[in-house]
């Protein structure tokens, strides 16, 4: 690759990695607040025969905030859920190959990631331009927008990390004989 284009991405990565490092700290104050939220209502409905209204609504409505917010740290650390058994096996014979395999890998799921994106963008436009709301009149109602807004980055950030690990991609990154516990 040009070194330009590696150059660039070893500027971008560090801004990029920051800003998911971000989201998911966003992400865990969301679980914070749901769980203030529902030991509220446990304790107004045992004590005092009054539940929360909304409390539900409100759980479903953080369920995909939480998701899309720790999204991309999940992937800046590589702790998507899939198998690697065959990488960590393949490194240690055929380094260059495995390194090729993940980039592969890493360039399926950025693809992924920027279908996700132009799927949810008119989503949010919709959304953004109608007055459709979340939840039961009376009792908690939220405009859609900011989810599909939320998905929206979230996706484009997958995207951008899955890139730039594909640019930065070396055999020095990723498992060896060392992480199996085996002498180098």
């Known amino acids: 690759m040009p070194n330009t284009l590696i150059r660039g991405a070893q500027k971008l990565s560090p801004i990029v ?25 446990v304790i107004a409905r045992g004590a005092f025969n009054q539940p929360f209204m909304g409390a539900v609504e409100i759980v479903q409505f953080s369920m995909v905030l939480i998701v899309f917010l720790q999204l991309p740290d999940v992937v800046r650390v590589n702790r998507l859920t899939r198998s690697d058994g065959f990488l960590l096996f393949l490194d240690l014979t055929y380094p260059k190959a495995a390194l090729y395999l993940r980039r592969f890998i890493d360039s399926i799921s950025g693809v992924f990631m920027v279908c996700v994106a132009f799927a949810i963008w008119p989503e949010f436009i919709e ?7 979340f939840g039961i009149p009376g009792v908690f109602v939220a405009p859609w927008w ?13 995207a951008t990390l899955f890139l730039l690990k594909i640019i930065l991609a070396t055999a020095k990154t990723h498992p060896t004989k060392a992480a199996l516990g085996e002498d180098v």
Request: net charge negative.
């Open 17 to 41: 990695n920051s800003v998911a490092i971000v989201t998911n700290a966003v992400g865990t104050l969301v679980v914070l607040a749901l769980v203030s939220i529902v030991n509220f209502d």
């Open 127 to 133: 959304m953004y331009e109608s007055d459709d709301f």
């Open 146 to 158: 900011p989810i599909k807004l939320t998905i929206f980055l979230s996706a484009c950030l997958c």
